[in-house]
Each structure stands twice: as structure tokens, then as C-alpha cells.
């Protein structure tokens, strides 16, 4: 007999929103395939449920390496306009006009590269957004720079030894409201802040003596915290190579980010999020597996 | 003169060719090595062109124009090379700053 588990989205599924919400319930999720078991997305209570939670979603079901080949289900929201949206997401073939009904959801495999830099598909979606936006120019360079960035820290920042096997997951939307696009980039590694070239940035600097680690006090953390963007933003924090050369990307992502291109510019990792316009970090009270980027291009 | 985007790629990828494709480490080797030692044995000055690309990776500059340090000596390059970016100045300070090592 198959075991299933049922986790129930809150009314705000968003990482942006709500992030303890959001984290806590697809960290539930991933705690049902470690026990075995297949999940029951339950998003009945939905009113929200926006690309940052869709994005974690699609990774979860599609990573072999999280979910373990067990089946993921959905029940829809109760809300007529949270329904379409999700519907609108297109991930889910099969749709039942009851609203309790479970729906399985497709796990078509998702096509991926040997290598974790694509520039091509950079390149084509810069193409598309500046069609889409109506851009006199074809090129965007920041948002061709940031993708690339983005792309090429994932393994920078993954779990020593195993690089390359944490996925990068890119998603691509029209944002209605602010006549823009929503970019959500995903990768379900250990999160930036907990990764190998930060921590041994932290062992190493006498600065960090003490150095609290997720779930320590909130002040000292966010310190801790806010200390950690500031080196990566200037580049301080080297890859776990130690090569002088490297550490750039972040530098760059935070320069592209004030572009007047970009709407809003959000990282959340581990227990913090950054907002990278302001240079403000804020703490969660949870800890996100993966280091997620969502902005909006204008 | 050499002109990455229509020489190499108008979408330059990232550091490694194990990154994927076009990366600052396959242009170092098939362009920018060769053209190096070419305006060497030349005596002559080379050109490079950044303009009209869709952008850059810090991390492909990073590693063409640094592994072109090494190779040849920072002063042998500083002599040699010079850059345009006209879509966006900031890179030549960039990638000057990554020949001198900084």
C-alpha cells in the first residue's frame, strides 16, 4: 500500500509574501519523499500562489534526487481566481471541474544540460523579453549578464563534492501589473549563506569569531547576516577554489540589480532574504533549502 | 583587431568550457592566445572589441584576459592590448584591472 502525505499550502503561497509559510510547507513536502512517501500538494486554502511558489513546486516534483521517482498530486485551489492562475501555469494537464477532486500532476522530464552555463537560452530569452517589452534595442545587457551570473554561481555556491547535481530551475512570466516580466531562478542546493565558499570565508576571518549559524538569535544572526551580502556584494567571499580570480558574480548581480531595468530584486537563502536594490536584508523565521532570485524586468 | 562578437560569439558564456559553451576559457585558447602572440611577433598593437555582444559574465573576461596575463607577463600585455567598449566603458576599467591583478 502506498503511503501518501498531505501538506496544505497557506492562503499566501509565496516566497515573497510569506516566506515562513511558504518554506514550512514545501519543506514538509520534501520531508514526505525522504520518509518515502508520495505528496498531496494540497492547495485548496490557496488565494496566492505565485511563481516563486510554482517554481519551487516544479523543482520538487522534477528532481529525481528530492522527490525519489514517488508520485506528487495537487488538489486545486477553492478560489476561482487562484485556480486559473495555477491552470494558467500550465504545468497540470488534466483538470477536474471538481474542486476537491486529487490531481495528478504530470511529471513529463524536464530536458537537461551536461553543463550548468546556457548561454543560448540566455541569449533567446533576452530576445523574447525585449520583443515582449516592445525594447528599441534587441540586446539587454544586464539581463543577459545577470542570467549568465546566475547560471554560473549555482555550482559555485552548491555542496562541496557534489557539484553538479543540484539543478538550476529558470522561470520566465508576463507580470500584468507592472507591464513587466517576473524572472524566478531556482536552485535547491544549501542555500548561499550556509554554502562551502561562505563558510569557509567565515572560519577563516577573524571578524566572524563565533559566527552564529540558522536558527541562532535574530540580531545577532541578521548582523551576521547583513555582513555576509556585504562581502559577497564587493566580491571578499571567493569561491571554495580560493582562485583571486573568482568571487565576481556576485558583484556583478548586485550592480545589474540597481539598473532601472529591473522593478524589484529579491534573494532569499537559508533564513535571509535581500532585497538587492536596497541593500537590506531581513530574516525568516525557517530555513529555505536553495538560494532563489525573483525580480521583474521592465 | 579582434571582435568577440563576430569573431567568437555574440553570446559569451561563463568561465570553463565545462561551464558550457562558449566560455572565457575557449576563447582565451582559440582566439585571443594566437592573435596575442601574432600581433607579438608582428610588433603590433591588438585591438580587442567588446561592443555588440548581448553582454558579459564577469567570470569569462575574468578568465581570458587573466590567463593571458600569466602567459605572457602583465607588463608584455599592458603594452599590447588595448580595449573598446563603447556600449559600456566600465568593462575596459574591468578587464585593465584584471590584467594588472587587482
Not at chain 1, 518515502?36 to 500562489?49: K, M, P, R
Not at chain 1, 563558510?199 to 576571518?205: G, K, P
Not at chain 1, 547583513?226 to 567571499?237: A, D, P, R, T
Not at chain 2, 555588440?52 to 575574468?62: K, N, V
Given at each position: 500500500m502506498s503511503i501518501e502525505k498531505k501538506v496544505l499550502a497557506p492562503s499566501d503561497c509565496s516566497l515573497i509574501n510569506s516566506p515562513e509559510?511558504?518554506?514550512?510547507?514545501?519543506?514538509?513536502?520534501?520531508?514526505?519523499?525522504?520518509?518515502?512517501?508520495?505528496?498531496?500538494?494540497?492547495?485548496?486554502?490557496?488565494?496566492?500562489?505565485?511563481?516563486?511558489?510554482?517554481?519551487?513546486?516544479v523543482a520538487l516534483i522534477k528532481d529525481r534526487n528530492i522527490n525519489r521517482g514517488l508520485v506528487s498530486k495537487m488538489i486545486y485551489p477553492v478560489d476561482q481566481d487562484c485556480r486559473r492562475r495555477?491552470?494558467?501555469?500550465?504545468?497540470?494537464?488534466?483538470?477536474?471541474?471538481?474542486?476537491?477532486?486529487?490531481?495528478?500532476?504530470?511529471?513529463?522530464?524536464?530536458?537537461i544540460t551536461n553543463t550548468?552555463?546556457?548561454?543560448?537560452?540566455?541569449?533567446?530569452?533576452?530576445?523574447?523579453c525585449s520583443s515582449f517589452l516592445d525594447c528599441p534595442e534587441q540586446k539587454i545587457p544586464e539581463l543577459y549578464s545577470v542570467l549568465?551570473?546566475?547560471?554560473?554561481?549555482?555550482?559555485?555556491?552548491?555542496?562541496?563534492?557534489?557539484?553538479?547535481?543540484?539543478?538550476?530551475?529558470?522561470?520566465?512570466?508576463?507580470?500584468?501589473?507592472?507591464?513587466?516580466?517576473?524572472?524566478?531562478?531556482?536552485?535547491?542546493g544549501v542555500g548561499v549563506f550556509e554554502s562551502l565558499p561562505v563558510?569557509?570565508?567565515?572560519?577563516?576571518?577573524s571578524d566572524y569569531s563565533?559566527?552564529?549559524?540558522?536558527?541562532?538569535?535574530?540580531?545577532?544572526?541578521?548582523?551576521?547576516?547583513?555582513?555576509?551580502?556585504?562581502?559577497?556584494?564587493?566580491?571578499?567571499?571567493?569561491?571554495?577554489?580560493?582562485?583571486?580570480?573568482?568571487?565576481?558574480?556576485?558583484?556583478?548581480?548586485?550592480?545589474k540589480a540597481k539598473s532601472d531595468r529591473f522593478e524589484r530584486f529579491t534573494m532569499i537563502a537559508n533564513d535571509g532574504t535581500v532585497d538587492l536594490k536596497k541593500r537590506s536584508v531581513s530574516l525568516i523565521n525557517g530555513n529555505f533549502l536553495g538560494t532563489a532570485f525573483h525580480f521583474v524586468l521592465r | 583587431m579582434l571582435k568577440i562578437s563576430e569573431d567568437?560569439?555574440?553570446?559569451?558564456?561563463?568561465?570553463?568550457?565545462?561551464?558550457?559553451?562558449?566560455?572565457?576559457?575557449?576563447?582565451?585558447?582559440?582566439?585571443?592566445?594566437?592573435?596575442?602572440?601574432?600581433?607579438?611577433?608582428?610588433?603590433r598593437l591588438l585591438l580587442v572589441d567588446l561592443d555588440?555582444?548581448?553582454?558579459?559574465?564577469?567570470?569569462?573576461?575574468?578568465e581570458a584576459f587573466s590567463s593571458l596575463e600569466e602567459e605572457f607577463g602583465v607588463e608584455n600585455v599592458k603594452a599590447r592590448v588595448r580595449i573598446k567598449s563603447d556600449d559600456d566603458p566600465d568593462l575596459i576599467d574591468f578587464v585593465n584591472e584584471i590584467i594588472e591583478g587587482n
Open positions: 509559510r511558504t518554506i514550512n510547507f514545501f519543506q514538509v513536502a520534501r520531508d514526505g519523499y525522504s520518509e518515502n512517501q508520495s505528496v498531496i500538494y494540497d492547495l485548496s486554502q490557496a488565494l496566492e500562489f505565485d511563481l516563486t511558489a510554482f517554481a519551487i513546486m495555477v491552470q494558467r501555469y500550465g504545468l497540470w494537464k488534466a483538470a477536474s471541474e471538481e474542486e476537491s477532486d486529487v490531481v495528478q500532476i504530470e511529471t513529463v522530464p524536464q530536458r550548468n552555463v546556457a548561454n543560448r537560452v540566455a541569449r533567446r530569452i533576452v530576445l523574447e549568465i551570473e546566475l547560471m554560473a554561481n549555482t555550482n559555485n555556491h552548491a555542496v562541496p563534492g557534489e557539484t553538479g547535481r543540484f539543478a538550476w530551475w529558470l522561470f520566465v512570466r508576463p507580470n500584468e501589473d507592472v507591464q513587466g516580466i517576473d524572472f524566478v531562478f531556482l536552485d535547491l563558510r569557509q570565508h567565515v572560519t577563516r576571518s563565533g559566527s552564529p549559524r540558522v536558527g541562532a538569535e535574530s540580531f545577532v544572526r541578521q548582523r551576521h547576516i547583513s555582513k555576509i551580502v556585504g562581502e559577497l556584494s564587493k566580491g571578499y567571499i571567493k569561491s571554495s577554489t580560493g582562485d583571486p580570480d573568482r568571487g565576481l558574480g556576485f558583484p556583478l548581480i548586485f550592480e | 567568437f560569439s555574440d553570446a559569451p558564456g561563463a568561465r570553463f568550457e565545462a561551464d558550457g559553451p562558449d566560455s572565457g576559457e575557449e576563447f582565451f585558447k582559440r582566439l585571443l592566445k594566437p592573435r596575442f602572440e601574432e600581433a607579438a611577433r608582428q610588433d555588440d555582444t548581448f553582454g558579459y559574465a564577469s567570470s569569462f573576461l575574468s
